[in-house]
């Protein structure tokens, strides 16, 4: 008769699935250079580019002037924002490329815990891509972000999970739409830009504009940031209304997330995965 | 032993829109027992393994496995004792078949994940292309990782989807035999949907044979042959599938 060797496992929490799923990405990761320079690359062109436009704002503008790298620290965030979205979608379809969906849903993986390996692998792509242009700019324009602080980790944290509200949301469209909708993962998160007053202040916008920025947490984080570099004051309340609003956006995409499951075992879309 | 069936399905429907995939179908299979799934393309199997996994939710009907309902948060409880093999579903690619194997494991919650891996790699004859990426595996050797991934909880229910399609006649020997030995040794029960006749008449103590999405036929392969006066269950499977298709009513 079947020796067992499995673990109990029906608690409604197991570490190791989740570190399951992590290690399948490490793995993927160590084996192809290509997806860790591509993590790195594009954040660090975009340092670039705006930090000589920085330069030559510091000269030619007043506000850009008062507050030296204030549009490095602002591209910095927002790549922390898109990186975080693209770590999370980009792990989730991964395994749609390698139409491995299926097969994980079949094993005891719950779907909270693949969300949570998910959030943990975006964390750890963010950190590898926004490392490299993060010392760059320290080295080029002599502007280190992490003289920021421990608002900064404040800032971090709330974008962080505004990029996985945009990868849930991305994710379970791609659950239930297929490859089709694939390409949203990559550019739906560019549709929050105007709107989070990340090169400029919220005030810039119509009245009734701001009323919808301010429904975003981003546009929270933005002046925030602003808040600590032009006045050197961390708005309590800025934070607080970014975090408040991260938490409503995160549980509502997760039930969302949850639902597209529930959808995809109606529908069969887990036998169909990959095209 | 327990009276308990590994596996109880109960007026079972699968709809898909206007098409009715599996038509109230039932049957149980008795822990151990090897019992063979045959039908035509279409005929449902698939969707009834699916069901069985809990990949796909039924329309009506229950489907149990181990006693757990499949359609609810239950099913959780009893994944950890099941699994699937089928040579038409892919692993990552780019990991090597030790990783395969150690990422499945883990996500089973395998005490000693390196050794069972060892242990199935010398059974099954993984060990020259432990370190293979899976994209370069020939289709016989994918198909023994595949069966590698579906042993390394030891499930007590195992449903196979054609495990030797594509298989050399050695190598499909061989997972047979395997997989003989291992039923026949753990007491596990299998669910086998095969195209291949000598297989399922090896392997399978009991047949069910589907059409359109019902059981129209049951048995061993005795009985099936007697019952429809055919020397082969070759001959009894292209009986029922030439039958004159019903038409819905």
Redesign the interface.
């Known amino acids: 008769m079947i020796e067992h060797t499995t673990r109990v496992a029906r608690s409604a929490f197991a570490g190791h699935r989740v570190a399951a799923i992590i290690l399948r990405h490490l793995y993927v990761m160590r084996t192809s250079w290509p997806r860790v320079l591509e993590m790195a690359y594009w954040p660090t062109v975009q340092m670039l580019v705006w930090g000589f436009a920085s330069q030559f704002f510091a000269q030619n503008s007043s506000w850009v002037a008062q507050a030296g790298g204030v549009l490095i620290g602002a591209v910095l965030l927002w790549e922390v924002m898109f990186r975080s979205n693209l770590g999370f979608s980009l792990s989730f379809l991964e395994e749609m490329w390698a139409r491995n969906l299926g097969q994980l849903y079949l094993t005891p993986l719950r779907p909270h815990e693949h969300i949570l390996a998910l959030t943990a692998m975006s964390l750890i792509r963010t950190i590898i891509g926004l490392t490299p242009p993060s010392l760059l700019a320290i080295a080029l324009y002599g502007f280190n972000i992490y003289d920021l602080g421990l608002p900064l980790l404040a800032f971090f944290a709330n974008l962080m999970l505004t990029g996985w509200c945009v990868g849930l949301f991305t994710s379970a469209l791609v659950l239930r739409f297929g490859m089709g909708a694939e390409s949203l993962a990559w550019v739906l998160i560019f549709g929050l830009s105007p709107l989070s007053g990340i090169y400029y202040p919220i005030s810039i916008l119509p009245h009734w504009l701001q009323t919808v920025a301010y429904a975003l947490p981003p546009a929270h984080v933005f002046e925030g940031m602003r808040a600590v570099m032009f006045d050197g004051v961390f708005r309590w309340d800025l934070f607080t209304n970014a975090l408040t609003l991260n938490a409503l956006y995160f549980s509502a995409f997760t039930a969302f997330f949850l639902f597209m499951v529930h959808i995809a075992r109606k529908k069969g879309l887990f036998l169909n995965m990959g095209e | 032993m327990t009276d308990q069936p590994a596996i109880h399905v109960s007026s079972l429907v699968k709809d898909?829109g206007e098409v009715r995939a599996v038509d109230g179908i039932g049957f149980s299979v008795a822990p151990g027992a090897v019992v063979g799934l045959l039908g035509g393309n279409g005929a449902g199997k698939?969707?009834t393994i699916?069901m069985l996994?809990?990949?796909?939710?039924p329309t009506s009907g229950t489907v149990e496995v181990l006693g757990h309902d499949m359609t609810s948060g239950d099913r959780?409880?009893v994944?950890?004792?099941m699994?699937?093999a089928s040579p038409y579903?892919?692993?990552?690619?780019?990991?090597t078949v030790f990783?395969n194997l150690?990422?499945?494991?883990?996500?089973?919650?395998?005490?000693?994940i390196g050794q069972?891996i060892r242990g199935l790699a010398r059974d099954l004859d993984l060990e020259p292309f432990l370190d293979t990426?899976a994209r370069k595996l020939s289709s016989g050797q994918k198909t023994r990782v595949t069966l590698a991934k579906a042993l390394l909880?030891?499930?007590?229910v195992l449903l196979l989807d054609e495990p030797t399609a594509s298989l050399d006649p050695d190598t499909g020997d061989f997972v047979r035999t395997y997989l003989q030995d291992y039923a026949k040794e753990?007491?596990?029960a299998i669910l086998l949907a095969s195209h291949n006749m000598q297989e399922v008449k090896r392997l399978c103590s009991r047949i069910m044979i589907m059409k359109q999405g019902r059981i129209h036929a049951e048995g061993t392969p005795a009985e099936l042959g007697r019952r429809f006066g055919r020397a082969s269950l070759e001959e009894v499977f292209l009986d029922i599938a030439r039958a004159p298709r019903e038409v819905a009513s």
């Open positions: 898909y698939t969707t699916s996994l809990g990949l796909l939710l959780f409880a994944l950890p004792r699994n699937f579903v892919n692993l990552p690619y780019r990991l990783q150690k990422v499945y494991g883990l996500l089973y919650g395998i005490r000693d069972r990426p909880n030891q499930p007590e753990s007491g596990c």
